[in-house]
């Protein structure tokens, strides 16, 4: 019976403690990086309140010992003095430079862990990349490319009415099927984008104008790439107007490596059903859809 009761009283006891163990486990890097900044600090600071107060009283120790055997003191007597010194200023200074050592061994550590999360995760999305590439490769295969790129950007067919001007000056309603994409229903797909009226840079009602801002941004980013020799995909990004992504500081383009080398931002025109503030000259609200060709993971690639 006592055994019975111990048992389930260490049973909730672990029920209690492994959240709690598993949460300080996946934060462990931050609480040593903290930890150990905090000892680096407190021990600076211990260190010069050893110096302000004991060092000067081994020193005054070390001047009345070497005044007293002044006269008959030998050479050894006098190594002996400096050595009883220096013994007691490293015992004064052993905390400071624990704390200190310490500190520093947890920072250490703490990189260590988060490099090794970082590879884990890098290697992880690896893995789902060349898993994802091979699922459309088999889309493609069957199905033809058009429809892997309807179905990876979320494009559909769909009927849209509008007030056509016709040359004579009389306007018709027009019933067509048209390409469309819903960026606020169906979000992203990968790192795709949509560049419409809700971007700052779409400052007009010219396809053609903001066909060739495209292509000029473009440009400039494999000149960037060229000259630099890396290309982050926030960087295109934020040259284009578009929120920044964590997933965007990892992956991106190389100039000289296994992937295309060069950026693209694979253009495709098509009607977004969720705009409402650029209506392009047949009153159709039009966008363009941007699907960059990322050689994969940067620090894979360098």
Not at 6 to 16: E, I, N, P, T
Not at 27 to 34: D, Q, R, T, V, Y
Request: some cysteine.
């Amino acid at each position: 019976m006592k055994i019975e009761i111990v048992s389930k009283a260490l049973g909730k006891v672990a029920d209690v403690t492994a959240p709690i163990i598993m949460k300080t486990s996946k934060h462990a890097p931050e609480i040593a990086l903290g930890c150990g900044v905090a000892a680096m600090v407190g021990g600076t600071v211990l260190a010069c309140v050893t110096t302000w107060k004991k060092l000067p009283e081994r020193v005054e120790e070390k001047d009345a010992e070497l005044n007293r055997i002044f006269v008959k003191a030998t050479t050894e007597e006098k190594v002996k003095a400096y050595s009883k010194m220096a013994g007691k200023v490293a015992l004064d200074y052993a905390p400071s430079a624990l704390m200190i050592g310490g500190g520093v061994a947890m920072v250490v550590w703490s990189h260590s862990r988060l490099r090794s999360r970082l590879a884990a995760v890098g290697a992880a999305y690896a893995t789902l990349e060349a898993m994802y590439g091979e699922y459309r490769s088999r889309v493609i295969e069957d199905y033809g490319e058009e429809v892997d790129k309807k179905y990876r950007l979320g494009i559909r067919d769909e009927e849209v009415s509008y007030t056509k001007t016709l040359k004579n000056g009389k306007e018709k309603e027009v019933t067509e099927v048209c390409e469309a994409v819903h960026p606020d229903g169906n979000g992203y797909s990968l790192y795709a984008r949509y560049f419409d009226g809700f971007n700052s840079n779409m400052h007009t009602k010219s396809q053609e104008y903001n066909f060739d801002f495209l292509v000029r941004m473009q440009n400039a980013c494999n000149e960037k790439l060229n000259r630099k020799g890396y290309l982050f995909l926030n960087e295109v990004y934020d040259a284009l107007g578009f929120e920044e992504i964590p997933e965007g500081q990892l992956v991106g383009w190389i100039k000289d490596g296994d992937g295309d080398g060069f950026v693209d931002f694979g253009l495709y025109e098509a009607r977004n059903a969720d705009a409402r503030n650029y209506i392009d000259y047949n009153g159709k609200e039009t966008c363009f859809v941007l699907d960059f060709n990322v050689d994969g993971v940067m620090w894979d690639l360098i």
